[in-house]
Structures are given as structure tokens and as C-alpha cells.
């Protein structure tokens, strides 16, 4: 093969009590489109953040550019040797214009004090018919979807002469179209010349686009495999060492009363006429892509919206939900699809924040916190959770992005809700790792919580629920009783309706 763009050698790292990468060879061909995959923990973005100069490598651990050794240590010196990192949340400046955020790097960098904007405005248009997408220039990017963002952000690369773009669980957040055209210009960049290293969680992604896929384990690397040579299966025993598939699960629900009930639910511009029930110790499943209005329901039944007209009952009554607090109050418990921003306060210990919102009852009748009821409860739900750390004092941030999520999850099943709405539970979630969480649903079923899960991945909700709802643009197309209906019946409605 001929010279790598970038090579790894006996890359190590270690933190504070953890390995999170043991002498790591990797490395990256000019043009091609690699794959890294791994379980949650196994040093993915690790790897990331060594290659862009955020964090530093052990001593001994040797990074190579064109066969040159590096020693940068900050950011921008991984920008200037082309390489460019984009995150799920691309990070950019939300006041300015899409025009801007693509160019004004470009006119600081290069210490001119006059910015000439016709010059400004050419250089973004320039970087987006590299790859032929078209934004609105004068746009404010707050103002524009998580997945325009992202095109804005490998614009802005572009304006720098990027050789390697790194990508980090980009299409987490993305619907299946914005996943579509995202996957088209990282072929696109190919075709031009320009590596793209892409981490995620969903295989069928990373089968579609991958040159070559390197697979991680526990900070170790497993080895790198030509795209063409894997599959579902191979894929998933290289990442977790054993086989694993789905089982079916259906719970039985408790009684014949609903513990929660729709009645024509609606909320203008985001979902009309929603009838359903749900009872204790079910599972219900609620799927329809992105936008199809189902966290939008979800927020309602939380008190973070409200309904324009319809009425909800709970346990036979109707009642109002104005505000979480109203739905703690009645047992409700909502873990959000978009974690990492609403879930969790990220300096904060992993202990204070399984805590948070069982505070009441860890307060003993002097009114102080009860510290060994607080550390048993910790302890208990990260034994329960197998959340991955080195300490219960650990702040979030230093955790995975699969271990942070399931650092939510313990937060809100510590409040012993009687209905937990859970949306997308395991975007992010490693193969592994994701049928652990739903081992965890199941079992709280069982226990009579009544679940709704939401999911766009139809085998999540076929597999775990007795009922699937399909939603699309707003409404409820049909009901599926999964001990009837087939997994394809259910794909194809979904399919059918877009
Ligand atoms: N700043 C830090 N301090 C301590 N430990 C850290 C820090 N950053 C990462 N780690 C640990 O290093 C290991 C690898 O983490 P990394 O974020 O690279 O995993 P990952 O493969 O990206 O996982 P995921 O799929 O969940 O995002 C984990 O055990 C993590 O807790
Ligand atoms: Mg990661």
C-alpha cells in the first residue's frame, strides 16, 4: 500500500485508573473512507481526539502525517496539517450566517484585518458546490437543522484544504434522509481526494460507506478489514467477541385498566388526534422516523408542552399536565432522545447525577442527605446498569457516550416511575450494550411499569413491545399487536408512508 495520510504506532492512553487505548496501530489511506467501531468505552473517540490534538498521547505512542512524526499538542495544529473534526454537535457560531460560519475561519486564520464579504460569500459558495449542496448563505445557523449544521461544518473544513475528516457519531441525530445525503458526500469527498474516518453505532451505515473498517476492543485493536469482507454478524463478533442477536419478548400487561389513556390528543403543527391506551407492566412501541411527531407527544406527556385540545387520563382520571413537576408528581418519567444536551449536568459527578432527581428520599428526618442511603443508591444503580466507570466521583463528561446514557437512564428509573416514556434509549448504544438496556426494560415490565418506547428502529420496538403504534407526520396510522403482525408488516407500513 502506499504511504498512509496518517498512521498510528504503539499509541497508548491512560487516565487516572483507566487504559483507554493500549498501544493502538492504525492508520488512514489517502481518500479512503474508514470505519472505526467498538463498543461503548473501547476508546473510539479517544482515538479522535488524539489524532486532532486535543488531548495528548502517552510518551511512546508515535503519530505519523505523510510519514512524518508530530508533535503538535493544540488544535489548530492538526487544522493546518488538513485534518478536521466534526462533532454530532458541529459547534459552530449560532448567531452568525451559514455564509460566515463556511468562510470567516478561513479570513482569520490568514490575519487580514479587512474582511471583504463578496470574497467571504464566493469562498462559501465555492465550498459547497465542492460537494454539491446547496445552503441558504444568509441563513442564521441556529436558525437551520442539526443536519444542515453538519453540511455547514464540512463546508467549513473544505474552505481549509482538509485531507482527513473525522466524523464522530455524526448521523445520531439525523433523520433517514439527512443520514442519506450525508453518507453521499463522504462518497463525494472520496471521489475528491478527501479521507473520511466515521464512527458509529449503526452497522448497516458504516457496511454501506466503509473502505476499510478497524474495530476496537477495550482499548485494544482488534484489527482492520477490508468493507467488502464483513458483515452484520462478523462485524458485531469483532466488536463484542460473541454473537448476539434478538429475542423476542412480549410482557403481560397487568388488569384491565389503563394506567395512562389519550383521548384525541392534539397540538397544532405537531401531532393530531392521538387515541391510545396503556396499561401496567406493557411495553408499548411507538415508531415513525424522525419528525414523525413522536417526541413531540412524548414532551406533552412530560408537561414540557401541552396539548391544544384532547384530554389525558391517568388511572381513570383526567388531568393536567403543566409542567414536570406535575408529571413527577403523578409517577411519569421521561428519558429524552437528546441526552447528552438535556439529560445530564456534565461536571457534575456520575453519583450526584443519578441522585438528582430521587433527592426527596434520600433525606433523612433531619432534613440532611442521608449519605449512606445516597451511596448505596449509587452504587446499587450502577451495579444494576453495569455503568462503566473508574468512580463514583468521576464527572460525567470523562464517561463514554454510551456510559452517559445510561447514567440517565438510572436517574430516572431511581425515581420508581409508574410510566417511563423512553425515547430512543439506545441511539449511541453499542450492539452489546443495547440488548443490556433492553434486559433492563423488560425486567421493569415486569415489575408493572408501564413503558412506552420510542424507536425508529423497527426490530427495537417488534422485539421488546405487545404493541406498536406507527406515527407519521403528526398522527397515529395504524396499531400493531406484535404476536400477530410480522416485523415486515410494520417495515413496510413505515416504508409505505414516506
Ligand atoms: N477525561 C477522561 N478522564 C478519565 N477517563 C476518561 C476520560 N476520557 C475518556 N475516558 C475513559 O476512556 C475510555 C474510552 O472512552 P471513549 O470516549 O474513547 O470511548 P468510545 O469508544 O468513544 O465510547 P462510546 O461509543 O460510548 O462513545 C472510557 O472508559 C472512558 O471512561
Ligand atoms: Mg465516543
Redesign the pocket.
Known sequence: MAEPFLALRKVSKH??G?T?LDKVDFDIQKGEIHCLA??????????IKIISETVKADPGSVIEIKGHAVHGNKAIDAINKGIQVIYQDPSLFPNLTVAENIALGGFVASHRKLINWKELRRGAEKAMARIDVRLPLDAIVREISIADQQLVAICRALTRDVELLIMD?PTASLTKKEVDSLLAVVTDMKSKGIATMFVS?KLNEILQIADRVSV?RD?KMVGTYPGSELNDEKLTILMTGKKVEYQRFVAGKNGNNPILECQWLSRRGEYKDINFKLFPGEILGITGLLGSGRTELALSLFGISQPDTGEILFNGKPVNIRSIQDAMRLGIAYVPEDRLTQGLVNNQSVGKNIIVTTLDSLVNRFKLLDQGKVTDSIQRWIKDLTI???SVE?PVQ??????QQRVVLAKWIATQPRVLILDGPTI?I?VAAKFDIHKIIRELAEKGIAIILISEEIPEVYNNCNRVLVMHKGCILGEYDTRQATQEDIQNHVNGAY
Do not use: C, F, M, Q
Request: proline content about 3%.
Open positions: 487516565y487516572a483507566v483507554a467498538g463498543e461503548n468505552g473501547s476508546g473510539k473517540s479517544t482515538i457519531e453505532h476496537i482499548g462503566k466507570i473508574p468521576s470523562t464517561l463514554s457516550g454510551g456510559n449511541g453499542d
